[in-house]
């Protein structure tokens, strides 16, 4: 059984950092695309960034230069360092594995094989 776990979501004022962790089970990581989505409140997944299994990486402009993806393959691992938080980003955030195309928003749980549970990021003003 694949599963992906979540964690280091939390609540920060703006210009804060937080680095969320993706750790999977049941699943090789560098075989595919993964990356991360958010969802506000009211809106769908959109895309944060994807990590390609050829190491290449895409990101949403709205986080351009502030969010770093990085993955550590040996661990089964992924990580999404985010620097100069603003309030825009709250939301939660979702990892997601074997990602299939690049979209910018999603149905949750959808264009992509696996998911995890989401973890809730907070900034406030």
């Known amino acids: 059984e694949v599963r992906l776990v979540e964690s280091g979501g939390g609540s920060v004022q703006a210009g804060g950092s937080l680095r969320l962790t993706c750790t999977a089970s049941?699943?090789?990581?560098?075989?595919?695309?993964m990356g991360w989505f958010r969802q506000a409140p009211g809106n769908e997944c959109n895309l944060v960034s994807i990590i390609s299994s050829d190491g290449s990486t895409y990101y949403a402009d709205s986080v351009k230069g502030r969010f770093t993806i990085s993955q550590d393959n040996a661990k089964n691992t992924m990580y999404l360092q985010m620097n100069s938080l603003k309030p825009e980003d709250t939301a939660v955030y979702y990892c997601?594995?074997?990602?299939?195309?690049?979209?910018?928003?999603?149905?949750?749980?959808?264009?992509?094989?696996?998911w995890g549970q989401g973890t809730q990021v907070t900034v406030s003003s």
């Open positions: 049941g699943f090789t990581f560098g075989d595919s695309d």
């Open positions: 997601a594995a074997d990602i299939m195309g690049l979209f910018d928003s999603v149905v949750c749980g959808t264009r992509a094989n696996y």
